[in-house]
Protein backbone atom coordinates (compact mmCIF):
# COMPACT_ATOMS: atom_id res chain seq x y z
CA UNK A 1 0.00 0.00 0.00
CA UNK A 2 2.75 2.30 1.17
CA UNK A 3 4.09 2.11 -2.95
CA UNK A 4 0.80 3.40 -3.79
CA UNK A 5 1.63 6.54 -2.38
CA UNK A 6 4.78 6.94 -3.26
CA UNK A 7 3.56 6.42 -7.03
CA UNK A 8 1.07 8.91 -6.35
CA UNK A 9 3.62 11.44 -5.04
CA UNK A 10 5.96 10.92 -7.55
CA UNK A 11 3.24 11.59 -10.47
CA UNK A 12 1.80 14.89 -8.70
CA UNK A 13 5.55 15.74 -8.79
CA UNK A 14 5.87 15.16 -12.68
CA UNK A 15 2.41 16.27 -13.66
CA UNK A 16 3.38 19.78 -11.73
CA UNK A 17 6.79 20.25 -13.28
CA UNK A 18 5.90 18.94 -16.86
CA UNK A 19 2.11 19.70 -17.25
CA UNK A 20 1.87 23.44 -18.59
CA UNK A 21 -1.91 23.13 -17.43
CA UNK A 22 -2.39 24.15 -13.92
CA UNK A 23 -5.78 22.70 -13.99
CA UNK A 24 -4.14 19.09 -14.25
CA UNK A 25 -1.61 20.31 -11.65
CA UNK A 26 -4.85 20.68 -9.29
CA UNK A 27 -6.89 17.83 -10.29
CA UNK A 28 -3.66 15.70 -9.68
CA UNK A 29 -2.64 17.39 -6.25
CA UNK A 30 -6.84 16.45 -5.40
CA UNK A 31 -6.43 12.73 -6.52
CA UNK A 32 -3.16 12.36 -4.30
CA UNK A 33 -5.03 13.84 -1.29
CA UNK A 34 -7.98 11.74 -1.31
CA UNK A 35 -6.14 8.99 -2.02
CA UNK A 36 -3.50 9.98 1.15
CA UNK A 37 -6.58 10.36 3.38
CA UNK A 38 -8.17 6.76 2.37
CA UNK A 39 -4.99 5.22 2.59
CA UNK A 40 -4.32 6.68 6.22
CA UNK A 41 -8.58 5.90 7.10
CA UNK A 42 -7.55 2.00 6.44
CA UNK A 43 -5.03 1.95 8.39
CA UNK A 44 -6.39 3.27 11.34
CA UNK A 45 -9.34 1.35 10.62
CA UNK A 46 -7.25 -1.60 10.49
CA UNK A 47 -5.38 -0.64 13.68
CA UNK A 48 -8.38 -0.57 15.76
CA UNK A 49 -9.67 -4.22 14.35
CA UNK A 50 -6.79 -5.44 15.65
CA UNK A 51 -6.92 -4.79 18.88
CA UNK A 52 -10.53 -5.18 18.84
CA UNK A 53 -9.79 -8.83 17.94
CA UNK A 54 -6.56 -9.05 20.17
CA UNK A 55 -9.13 -8.51 23.07
CA UNK A 56 -12.29 -10.08 21.62
CA UNK A 57 -12.89 -13.64 23.43
CA UNK A 58 -15.04 -16.63 21.94
CA UNK A 59 -18.19 -18.10 23.38
CA UNK A 60 -15.92 -20.75 24.31
CA UNK A 61 -15.51 -18.99 27.71
CA UNK A 62 -18.60 -18.00 28.38
CA UNK A 63 -19.28 -20.70 31.13
CA UNK A 64 -16.09 -19.86 32.67
CA UNK A 65 -16.29 -17.62 36.05
CA UNK A 66 -13.28 -15.59 36.45
CA UNK A 67 -12.68 -14.14 39.61
CA UNK A 68 -10.28 -11.16 39.99
CA UNK A 69 -8.85 -9.03 43.36
CA UNK A 70 -5.94 -7.57 44.20
CA UNK A 71 -4.34 -6.62 47.24
CA UNK A 72 -2.45 -3.90 46.22
CA UNK A 73 -4.32 -0.34 46.72
CA UNK A 74 -3.33 1.39 44.35
CA UNK A 75 -4.53 3.72 41.37
CA UNK A 76 -2.99 1.87 38.73
CA UNK A 77 -4.38 -1.47 39.78
CA UNK A 78 -7.88 -0.37 40.44
CA UNK A 79 -7.99 1.33 36.92
CA UNK A 80 -6.58 -1.75 35.69
CA UNK A 81 -9.17 -3.54 37.57
CA UNK A 82 -12.16 -1.93 36.00
CA UNK A 83 -10.77 -1.95 32.34
CA UNK A 84 -10.58 -5.32 32.64
CA UNK A 85 -14.17 -5.92 33.92
CA UNK A 86 -15.41 -3.60 31.40
CA UNK A 87 -13.65 -5.72 28.58
CA UNK A 88 -15.10 -9.16 29.90
CA UNK A 89 -18.64 -7.23 30.30
CA UNK A 90 -18.31 -6.54 26.90
CA UNK A 91 -17.33 -9.50 25.95
CA UNK A 92 -19.85 -11.79 27.63
CA UNK A 93 -17.52 -12.94 29.98
CA UNK A 94 -18.43 -13.84 33.66
CA UNK A 95 -15.99 -11.59 35.45
CA UNK A 96 -15.94 -11.18 39.29
CA UNK A 97 -13.98 -8.16 40.77
CA UNK A 98 -13.54 -8.24 44.40
CA UNK A 99 -12.11 -4.57 46.19
CA UNK A 100 -11.24 -5.64 49.67
CA UNK A 101 -7.77 -6.42 50.40
CA UNK A 102 -8.42 -8.42 53.57
CA UNK A 103 -7.68 -12.42 53.69
CA UNK A 104 -10.98 -12.96 55.78
CA UNK A 105 -12.87 -10.59 53.34
CA UNK A 106 -11.39 -12.24 50.31
CA UNK A 107 -11.44 -15.55 50.90
CA UNK A 108 -15.23 -15.40 52.02
CA UNK A 109 -16.35 -13.72 49.10
CA UNK A 110 -14.63 -16.73 46.84
CA UNK A 111 -16.01 -19.18 48.37
CA UNK A 112 -19.50 -17.52 48.19
CA UNK A 113 -19.13 -16.96 44.62
CA UNK A 114 -17.67 -20.31 43.85
CA UNK A 115 -20.83 -22.58 44.96
CA UNK A 116 -21.87 -21.77 42.41
CA UNK A 117 -19.89 -22.22 39.63
CA UNK A 118 -18.51 -25.21 37.94
CA UNK A 119 -15.94 -23.66 36.18
CA UNK A 120 -13.95 -21.24 37.70
CA UNK A 121 -10.67 -18.98 37.92
CA UNK A 122 -9.32 -17.30 40.52
CA UNK A 123 -6.38 -14.83 39.85
CA UNK A 124 -4.68 -12.48 41.84
CA UNK A 125 -2.86 -9.64 40.65
CA UNK A 126 -0.42 -7.40 42.59
CA UNK A 127 2.05 -4.71 42.43
CA UNK A 128 5.78 -5.38 43.28
CA UNK A 129 8.78 -2.24 44.79
CA UNK A 130 11.08 -5.39 44.10
CA UNK A 131 10.47 -6.58 40.69
CA UNK A 132 12.29 -4.96 38.21
CA UNK A 133 9.41 -3.18 34.84
CA UNK A 134 10.40 -6.13 32.38
CA UNK A 135 9.94 -8.94 35.37
CA UNK A 136 6.98 -10.82 36.00
CA UNK A 137 6.14 -13.12 38.85
CA UNK A 138 3.96 -15.98 38.69
CA UNK A 139 3.00 -18.23 42.01
CA UNK A 140 1.32 -21.53 41.71
CA UNK A 141 0.23 -24.18 44.30
CA UNK A 142 2.58 -26.86 44.09
CA UNK A 143 0.09 -29.84 43.92
CA UNK A 144 -2.15 -28.01 41.47
CA UNK A 145 -0.91 -29.41 37.72
CA UNK A 146 -3.69 -27.78 35.85
CA UNK A 147 -2.70 -24.02 37.37
CA UNK A 148 0.79 -25.01 37.09
CA UNK A 149 0.00 -25.68 32.60
CA UNK A 150 -2.36 -22.56 32.98
CA UNK A 151 0.87 -20.46 34.61
CA UNK A 152 3.01 -22.04 31.51
CA UNK A 153 -0.03 -20.64 28.98
CA UNK A 154 0.28 -16.75 30.67
CA UNK A 155 4.57 -16.71 30.16
CA UNK A 156 4.09 -18.13 26.42
CA UNK A 157 1.63 -14.81 25.88
CA UNK A 158 3.84 -12.48 27.86
CA UNK A 159 6.92 -13.14 25.57
CA UNK A 160 7.97 -9.47 25.86
CA UNK A 161 8.45 -10.16 29.75
CA UNK A 162 11.06 -12.20 31.69
CA UNK A 163 8.36 -14.11 33.09
CA UNK A 164 9.18 -16.43 36.12
CA UNK A 165 7.20 -19.09 37.44
CA UNK A 166 6.96 -20.35 40.74
CA UNK A 167 5.15 -23.51 41.67
CA UNK A 168 5.66 -24.03 45.32
CA UNK A 169 3.01 -22.20 46.80
CA UNK A 170 1.65 -23.98 49.29
CA UNK A 171 -2.24 -23.53 49.75
CA UNK A 172 -4.39 -24.04 52.32
CA UNK A 173 -7.64 -22.63 50.62
CA UNK A 174 -10.65 -24.77 49.78
CA UNK A 175 -9.82 -23.13 46.12
CA UNK A 176 -6.93 -22.82 43.85
CA UNK A 177 -5.58 -19.47 42.88
CA UNK A 178 -3.02 -17.86 40.32
CA UNK A 179 -1.38 -15.11 41.55
CA UNK A 180 0.15 -12.62 39.04
CA UNK A 181 2.81 -9.98 40.18
CA UNK A 182 4.25 -7.13 38.34
CA UNK A 183 6.59 -3.95 38.69
CA UNK A 184 5.19 -0.70 40.21
CA UNK A 185 7.25 0.81 37.65
CA UNK A 186 4.30 -0.31 34.73
CA UNK A 187 2.75 2.51 34.15
CA UNK A 188 -0.95 2.55 33.99
CA UNK A 189 -1.52 1.76 29.96
CA UNK A 190 1.45 -1.17 30.56
CA UNK A 191 -0.59 -2.51 33.90
CA UNK A 192 -3.71 -2.53 31.69
CA UNK A 193 -2.04 -4.26 29.02
CA UNK A 194 -0.64 -6.82 31.18
CA UNK A 195 -3.73 -7.62 33.10
CA UNK A 196 -5.68 -7.87 30.08
CA UNK A 197 -3.27 -10.31 28.40
CA UNK A 198 -3.15 -12.64 31.20
CA UNK A 199 -6.76 -12.68 30.73
CA UNK A 200 -6.77 -13.54 27.41
CA UNK A 201 -4.32 -16.42 27.65
CA UNK A 202 -6.09 -18.24 30.34
CA UNK A 203 -9.10 -18.31 28.28
CA UNK A 204 -7.89 -18.88 24.71
Given amino acids: MIHFIVY ?19 KAF ?28 SNSVYNINFILYSKTKSYKINSALKYAKDKMDKSYCLLTVLNSDKDEEIESEILSKIRYYDNYIVLEFNESSILDKDTILISVDKENVKELQRAQK ?3 NLLDKKVNILNNMVNKKAYSVIKLEISKNNNLGETE ?3 LK ?7
Avoid: T
Fill in 198 to 204: ALYSLIE
Fill in 154 to 156: LKK
Fill in 30 to 57: LIFIVFLFSFLSLLYLSFIALRIQRYSF
Fill in 193 to 195: DIL
Fill in 8 to 26: GFIYFIWSFFNLGDNLKNF
